[in-house]
């Protein structure tokens, strides 16, 4: 599976095309980021989870300190 444009969840593939709307003028979709780090974005909180499970979480730069 291909990363999709607006996900940081290399795995994803529910956020196929998410950008469309916006290359016509319409807002852009709700994303979430990581609560840690701020530094990722994702397409759903499902992506977010998946990705913190397989990765993000070692490469997280922040502690919950």
């Known amino acids: ?4 444009v607006v996900c940081a969840n290399p795995w994803c593939t529910r ?8 290359a016509i003028g319409a807002p852009l979709p ?3 980021g ?11 909180k499902e ?3 998946e990705h913190w499970a397989k990765a993000h979480k070692t490469e997280c730069g922040k502690s919950w300190d």
């Open 15 to 22: 956020g196929q095309g998410l950008y469309a709307a916006a």
């Open 47 to 49: 992506c977010r989870g």
């Open 30 to 32: 709700r994303t979430w």
């Open 34 to 44: 990581c609560p840690k780090c701020e530094d990722v974005r994702y397409c759903s």
């Open 1 to 4: 599976a291909s990363a999709c």
